[in-house]
């Protein structure tokens, strides 16, 4: 088991420098897919299935066809770095070295007594047998009953970025044509 | 599009089965891994699997975007309509327990928070389909410049 | 630096290199859609760390085995008093009484399961579909940008702006 998690670990991240390292548009969004299918294995492992599911399905599905269709709108152009990618570097350094000192007083990988684990006291597992009637699967009676309002909300994000989405790209189709003379005539 | 026969015929195979998945997903979610977020992202790249393959025209006329427009609404509308719902029976907003029924209760017909969650996640997942699908026809229909 | 929390703790830093890998990417890289990219594997990684916090050590996916669920849920049923007025209360006791032993048995021959936390899968599951239809937004806007000034090259962009 460990041998396999140490293997995906070290996959996922040979991805992430190959994707900062490679210039060619084409393969980095190759890669990004690659590097999603591989965190959606270590989800798995983590037991997350249903994230997994989600997120092999958007980032490997999805988000390649919408990177795709952009490049094909925008033209394969190269990607040439910055004259000095010292600065940058030495940055992302010092960010990442604060990032792991803080990690040291960070509750050890599945403790099962971390403060995440621990505080809402009647857990979600125990309170949801009384709650939900024999729903077996409890991140599905938490998204959508415990967090329901939560969930509302984020359904509301998704509506909204398709519209604007819409409102961005959407300009020359026939219907619009037809309508936007009209709704100049009215307005003047 | 007239080329590639392995790759049509692969898709054609393959669509139904992405769909049937996606159903899955979407009503056996409360007990197994699954909910309205991933079949609506399941469902979508079914239909945009297809729209790759046959091409803008051709999906266009399964899933009219008039039509998709619409459902981007519904499944918000559905979702917020259950919580209305829940109030006019008397509850707190998307309160489930009000829920509770007795109809046919050997057809095993949700009732409670089963079937406040059931609603739930069918508006997710009507949302997110259309959402999807309505962001892969806006890129797709986009002509360069 | 023991070696115990070595192995406690390295996921946490293989998250922080790809959280890091994705920050350098929006730094050091001009293309525009390089830079989603980029962010694309920074919020890839936080959803990764929140899982790698919902783990409990011997723990297995957040869903119930049906058989208990449903056990439980008689259970709660037969002891509730809203469904006491029915008339065939006996029976609904009777099954659930049979339904509570075969529950037992099952847990008993699983001795006690223990569950990793729900609660990051939840907010993460969200986070991932919120994140892909904002991605498609930025990219949206990177198909306009590319339109109006024709070109992705953030210097370029802002050499046109500078220079009219």
Known sequence: MNLIVFALLALLAITAVAIAQLRELWAVIMFTGIYSFLSASWMIILDAPDVAFTEAAVGAGISTVLMLSTMALTGKAEDIPRKSSVVPLFVVIVTGATLVYGTLDMPHFGSPDAPVQVYPDPSFVERSEADMHGLPNVVTALLASYRGYDTLGETTVVLTAGIAVLLILRKNEDEQDDTAPLARNKSS | ?145 | MTLESVAGLYNYWVVIFLMMTGFYIVLARKNLIKSVIGLNIFQTSVFLLYITMGKVEGGTAPIVPPAIAAAQAHAAHGSDAGHAATPHVEGAHEVAHAALQHGGELASTTTEIIYSNPLPSVLMLTAIVVGIATTALALALVVRIREDYGTVDEERILELDRGE
């Open chain 2, 1 to 145: 599009m007239t080329g590639f026969p392995i790759i049509r015929i692969i898709t054609k195979l393959l669509i139904p089965y992405i769909l049937l998945f996606a159903f899955y997903v979407q009503f056996h979610g409360d007990y197994g891994p699954g909910g309205g977020f991933q079949a609506g992202v399941i469902f979508a790249s079914g239909l945009i699997l297809y729209g790759l393959v046959f091409g803008l025209h051709a999906i266009k006329k399964v899933a009219p975007p008039i039509v998709i427009e619409k459902c981007m609404a519904l499944g918000v509308l559905i979702y917020a309509g259950t919580g209305v719902l829940t109030m006019a029976l008397g509850g707190k907003f998307l309160d489930y327990s009000v829920l509770e029924h007795d109809v046919l209760p050997h057809w095993h017909v949700p009732s409670g928070q089963h079937l406040g969650i059931f609603l739930v996640e069918l508006g997710v997942g009507i949302t997110v389909t259309a959402v999807m699908t309505m962001i892969f026809y806006a890129f797709a229909g986009r002509k360069q410049v």
